[in-house]
C-alpha cells in the first residue's frame, strides 16, 4: 500500500539502497512516458536495490500529473517531490540530494539527451572505488551556440579554479552518498552541482557517454539562465576575476599615469594643443568601460554574497510522494 507523506526522511538518512536515481522535471510531459518506458528496465535490469527520485520544479504543463501516475505505478521504488515554484535545475536536484537513501546516487536529465542505458557504465567506475564519475559526452547533440560557449566556459573554468572537468555541462553523473552528503551539508546556493562534487571527492574520473538530441520540447535554458549558470559556476568556486580585474586595473593605472606625465610634460613644454584630442577620448571610454565590467563583477560576488548572508529558504516543498519510511 502507497501512501502520500511529506518529508519523512532526515537530510542524513543511512544509506539503506545500491542505488538513487536523481531527476529534475521542468516542463517535460513529451518526455516522460518515453523516460520511464526505458529507464525502470535499465534500473530493474541492474540487480541492486533502487529508488527513482523525481523533483517537479514548477512545471506549468501535465508533468506532474504523469509522474503522480509513474509513482502509484512503481511506489516501491519512485518517489517525487513536488516544488511550488521553478527553482532550477539544481536546486532541483539539491532537494532530492537531501532525501537519497543510495549508497551511490546518479543524477540524469529527464529530456533523454542522457541515455538512461549508459547508467551502467557509470556504476562499473563507482564498484571500482571511484566517488565521483562524470560522464563526457561523446559528439554533443547541441546548437553550435551551446557547444563553443561550453568550450570557452570550460576554458575560464580551467584558468580560474583548480577544477578538472572535460564535460561540466554533462548531468549524467554518479556520485558516492558522502560526496552528496557533502554537498547537501555545504548548504550552498547558486551552485553548479558537478563542480561542487568534484571539489568533494577523493578520488574522481570520468567515462564517455553518449549524447542524444531532446526526445521533445524545447532546452529550458534560455541565453540568460545560461550566463547566470555559468557565472555561478565560476563565482562560486573562485575569486580569481576579482583578482585578475585587480591586476588589470593596475596595468591600466599605470599606463595612465605614464600619459598623464606625458600630457603635462608636453602642456608645460609645448603650450595648449588640441591634437590627440579623439586619442584621449578614445582612452577614457576604454577605462570608463573597464571601470564597468568591474562594477559589474564585484556585483555578481556581492549580490551572491547577500543571498547567503539573508538566508532564505531555497526552494519550497508543496508536497512528496513516497511510501512510509517504515514499509
Ligand atoms: N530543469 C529543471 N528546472 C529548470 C530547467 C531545467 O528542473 O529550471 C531540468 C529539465 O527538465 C531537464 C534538465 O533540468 O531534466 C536539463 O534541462 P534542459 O534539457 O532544458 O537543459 P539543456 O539540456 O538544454 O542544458
Ligand atoms: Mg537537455
Redesign the pocket.
Given at each position: 500500500m502507497s501512501t502520500t507523506s511529506s518529508l519523512t526522511h532526515s537530510p542524513f538518512a543511512p544509506a539503506i539502497i545500491d542505488v538513487s536515481v536523481v531527476?529534475?522535471?521542468?516542463?517535460?510531459q513529451g518526455n516522460l512516458p518515453l523516460l520511464f518506458q526505458r529507464l525502470y528496465p535499465v534500473l530493474d535490469n541492474l540487480g541492486r536495490s533502487y529508488e527513482v527520485i523525481f523533483?517537479n520544479?514548477g512545471s506549468a504543463d501535465s508533468s506532474i500529473e504523469l509522474l503522480t501516475a509513474q509513482f502509484n505505478a512503481r511506489p516501491d521504488v519512485t518517489r517525487v517531490i513536488d516544488f511550488n515554484g521553478?527553482y532550477?535545475?539544481h536546486m532541483?536536484i539539491m532537494a532530492a540530494f537531501e532525501r537519497v537513501r543510495g549508497k551511490v546516487i546518479v543524477t540524469l536529465?529527464?529530456?533523454l539527451?542522457n541515455p538512461p542505458e549508459e547508467i551502467p557504465k557509470l556504476l562499473e567506475k563507482t564498484d571500482a572505488g571511484y566517488d565521483c564519475v562524470g560522464g563526457a559526452r561523446q559528439n554533443r547533440q547541441?546548437t553550435i551556440f551551446?557547444r563553443y560557449a561550453s568550450k570557452l566556459v570550460n576554458f575560464v573554468r580551467k584558468r580560474s579554479t583548480n577544477i578538472e572537468m572535460s564535460d561540466q555541462?554533462c548531468?549524467l553523473r554518479a556520485y558516492s552518498c558522502a560526496v552528496v552528503e557533502g554537498i547537501v551539508r555545504s548548504g550552498a546556493i547558486n551552485t553548479f552541482i558537478p563542480a561542487l562534487a568534484y571539489t568533494l571527492a577523493k578520488k574522481p574520473t570520468e567515462v564517455p557517454v553518449r549524447h542524444e538530441e531532446?526526445h521533445a520540447g524545447v532546452?529550458?535554458?534560455s541565453i540568460g539562465?545560461l550566463i547566470r549558470l555559468n557565472f555561478d559556476l565560476i563565482t562560486a568556486f573562485t575569486i580569481s576575476p576579482l583578482q585578475w580585474f585587480t591586476t588589470f586595473a593596475l596595468a591600466c593605472s599605470g599606463g595612465s599615469l605614464f600619459l598623464v606625465l606625458v600630457l603635462a610634460f608636453r602642456r608645460i613644454f609645448l603650450g595648449a594643443e588640441a591634437e590627440g584630442l579623439f586619442t584621449l577620448f578614445g582612452v577614457l571610454f576604454f577605462l570608463i568601460s573597464v571601470c564597468m565590467v568591474g562594477i559589474g563583477l564585484i556585483g555578481e560576488y556581492v549580490g551572491r554574497t547577500y543571498q547567503v548572508v539573508r538566508g532564505r529558504t531555497r526552494y519550497q516543498v508543496n508536497r512528496v510522494l513516497e511510501k512510509d519510511a517504515q514499509e
Amino acid at each position: 500500500m502507497s501512501t502520500t507523506s511529506s518529508l519523512t526522511h532526515s537530510p542524513f538518512a543511512p544509506a539503506i539502497i545500491d542505488v538513487s536515481v536523481v531527476i529534475p522535471v521542468y516542463n517535460e510531459q513529451g518526455n516522460l512516458p518515453l523516460l520511464f518506458q526505458r529507464l525502470y528496465p535499465v534500473l530493474d535490469n541492474l540487480g541492486r536495490s533502487y529508488e527513482v527520485i523525481f523533483t517537479n520544479d514548477g512545471s506549468a504543463d501535465s508533468s506532474i500529473e504523469l509522474l503522480t501516475a509513474q509513482f502509484n505505478a512503481r511506489p516501491d521504488v519512485t518517489r517525487v517531490i513536488d516544488f511550488n515554484g521553478n527553482y532550477g535545475q539544481h536546486m532541483a536536484i539539491m532537494a532530492a540530494f537531501e532525501r537519497v537513501r543510495g549508497k551511490v546516487i546518479v543524477t540524469l536529465d529527464a529530456d533523454l539527451q542522457n541515455p538512461p542505458e549508459e547508467i551502467p557504465k557509470l556504476l562499473e567506475k563507482t564498484d571500482a572505488g571511484y566517488d565521483c564519475v562524470g560522464g563526457a559526452r561523446q559528439n554533443r547533440q547541441d546548437t553550435i551556440f551551446r557547444r563553443y560557449a561550453s568550450k570557452l566556459v570550460n576554458f575560464v573554468r580551467k584558468r580560474s579554479t583548480n577544477i578538472e572537468m572535460s564535460d561540466q555541462g554533462c548531468m549524467l553523473r554518479a556520485y558516492s552518498c558522502a560526496v552528496v552528503e557533502g554537498i547537501v551539508r555545504s548548504g550552498a546556493i547558486n551552485t553548479f552541482i558537478p563542480a561542487l562534487a568534484y571539489t568533494l571527492a577523493k578520488k574522481p574520473t570520468e567515462v564517455p557517454v553518449r549524447h542524444e538530441e531532446r526526445h521533445a520540447g524545447v532546452s529550458n535554458y534560455s541565453i540568460g539562465k545560461l550566463i547566470r549558470l555559468n557565472f555561478d559556476l565560476i563565482t562560486a568556486f573562485t575569486i580569481s576575476p576579482l583578482q585578475w580585474f585587480t591586476t588589470f586595473a593596475l596595468a591600466c593605472s599605470g599606463g595612465s599615469l605614464f600619459l598623464v606625465l606625458v600630457l603635462a610634460f608636453r602642456r608645460i613644454f609645448l603650450g595648449a594643443e588640441a591634437e590627440g584630442l579623439f586619442t584621449l577620448f578614445g582612452v577614457l571610454f576604454f577605462l570608463i568601460s573597464v571601470c564597468m565590467v568591474g562594477i559589474g563583477l564585484i556585483g555578481e560576488y556581492v549580490g551572491r554574497t547577500y543571498q547567503v548572508v539573508r538566508g532564505r529558504t531555497r526552494y519550497q516543498v508543496n508536497r512528496v510522494l513516497e511510501k512510509d519510511a517504515q514499509e
